[in-house]
């Protein structure tokens, strides 16, 4: 069977006018560094080695947050999870109120990113399993499970095709 593994690297297409506030947030507020960029994208890479590229087009704004049932939720770490809160929050970004023990906001964007510890233990999401915290982790599994839910569920229509 061959190997796969999730790359270094992502992308988003975004309205134009989002440009600006991608940059500070991405580079000021997560201490992104712009690697590439031209007058169609820019490649932000966040720490050592990965990579998100921002198209810029003509498209209509989605800021307004409506999970879909494709959306995909990314987890960022810190090893200062308080202060990167409050950087996060003082931007004024989307917090996306859940019943979780973790932090989860909406960037600029639209990207919808966990915050967790660098150092915690994630063992449980990892297939692990087992641990002192398997009863706790189930419940929080639980509710995530509830808070997505309760969350507004996009419903896209298909334009009828034109005979």
């Not at 590439?36 to 307004?64: A, G, Q």
Request: charged residues 35%; contains cysteine.
């Amino acid at each position: 069977m061959p190997k796969v593994t999730i790359g270094n690297a992502s992308a988003a297409t975004v309205p134009r006018q989002d440009r600006d506030r991608i940059r500070k947030f991405y580079c000021n507020v997560l201490s992104g560094k712009i690697v590439k960029e031209d007058n169609e994208k820019d490649t932000i890479r966040l720490e050592d080695n990965f990579f998100i590229v921002f198209r810029y087009k003509d498209v209509p704004d989605e800021s307004e947050f409506l999970r879909s049932s494709r959306s995909v939720w990314l987890q960022i770490k810190s090893d200062d999870v308080e202060e990167t809160i409050r950087k996060i929050l003082d931007f004024g970004v989307k917090k996306l109120d859940m019943a979780l023990p973790h932090f989860y906001f909406q960037a600029p964007g639209g990207q919808v990113f966990q915050l967790v510890g660098i150092n915690e233990d994630r063992s449980y999401y990892e297939g692990a399993g087992g641990g002192a915290n398997l009863a706790k982790e189930k419940e929080v599994e639980a509710l995530k499970e509830k808070a997505m839910s309760e969350l507004p569920l996009r419903h896209h229509q298909k334009k009828s095709a034109k005979l």
